[in-house]
């Protein structure tokens, strides 16, 4: 039960992240592209991380705050990394139309 409410907790807030800040969009999906692999790759780099953090730590009560502050952030920033790259996709096939000779307002 904890796994599915943590989802979609996070990706509520993936979602209000990218309709509250538009200027943290990426201006391109190539872009979009990118911080989905970053974000897979800090995600899948996320167990040696800790495995380096949590000895470091100076009281073991501390340890589950730590693994859940940084999985927090990690699966935030990966839910909004999909968010980005499917918005820009739908953007560029529902954008509306592209090219073409402009219209004047007489014809």
Do not use: C, K
Not at 7 to 12: F, K, M, P, S, Y
Not at 51 to 70: D, E, F, M, S
């Amino acid at each position: 039960m904890l796994e599915p409410a943590m989802l979609i907790g996070l990706g509520a807030v993936a979602v209000w992240t990218y309709l509250n800040y538009p200027r943290l969009r990426p201006s391109s999906l190539i872009r979009a592209t990118v911080h989905v692999m970053v974000s897979f790759a800090g995600f899948a780099l996320l167990p040696a991380l800790l495995r380096v953090v949590l000895p470091l730590l100076p009281a073991h009560t501390l340890q589950p705050y730590v693994v859940l502050a940084l999985l927090i952030t990690a699966l935030t920033y990966l839910l909004l990394s999909w968010v980005w790259l499917i918005a820009g996709i739908l953007h560029d096939l529902l954008g509306g139309p592209r090219g073409g000779h402009p219209v004047s307002a007489r014809s």
